[in-house]
């Protein structure tokens, strides 16, 4: 099955995509890589807090032994090209509360954007706006990750084919006028994060 992104759905319904955007939201992102750019993740107690909150790790059910590998694998990642397949590895040895291993690759995108925000951030919205199913949990590790890989791959390849193209121009005008104050602070593949997770998440209702 192809995986496509809807974009004249997504232009049609920019006014209300865009509109459900919190302006909150993007003073937080803009916070936290103001806070990765100048300090260590490993050593700044407030960028740990806020990234926490932010990305909702604190309501994923991960042990405190997770959250501190996966600030020094952020801080490690710095200034090279993060390697999403061994972070899902290294996490997934780590326990959660309930005692199992989860993949959480999720969580592994949002690690590589903050160390280069270019790169698109996977989660359920996006996923669900694609048509693409997650692999099952019966399937082996290395399955799962091969399979999210492949859709991240190809996700990663078609933001910059819309950003080229133009075809979602529309919803970007709409986000900018939107938030005038973030036109420069947020690059355009932030906006098209922002805009697809929206829109999943309008489609639930």
């Known amino acids: ?42 050593e700044n107690k407030l960028f740990q807090f806020v990234f926490r909150s932010f990305y909702r790790l604190d309501n994923a059910g991960l042990t405190d032994e997770f959250k501190q590998k996966y600030f ?8 090279q090209k993060p390697n999403i397949k061994d972070i899902c590895k290294t996490l997934y040895d780590i326990e959660n509360r309930k005692g199992s291993k989860s993949l959480q690759f999720s969580f592994a995108t949002k690690l590589a954007n903050t160390v280069n925000p270019t790169l698109p951030i996977y989660d359920s919205e996006v996923a669900k706006m694609y048509g ?19 859709f991240y791959e190809h996700l990663a390849a078609d933001y910059a084919k819309i950003l080229s193209n133009g075809s979602l121009e529309e919803t970007l005008k709409a986000f900018d006028n939107r938030f005038p104050s973030y036109q420069d602070k947020v690059d355009n593949n932030k906006k098209l994060d922002f805009v697809v997770w929206s829109a999943g998440k309008l489609r639930e209702k």
């Open 72 to 79: 020094e694998l952020l801080e490690a990642a710095r200034n």
């Open 132 to 150: 693409y199913k997650p692999p099952l949990p019966y399937k082996s590790l290395d399955q799962r990750i091969e399979s999210l890989l492949k």
């Open 1 to 42: 099955m192809a995986w496509k992104l809807d974009t004249k759905e997504i232009n049609d319904y920019s006014s209300e995509i865009v509109g459900n955007i919190q302006e909150e939201s993007l003073s937080v992102y803009c916070f936290i890589h103001d806070q990765w750019n100048g300090s260590s993740a490993v």
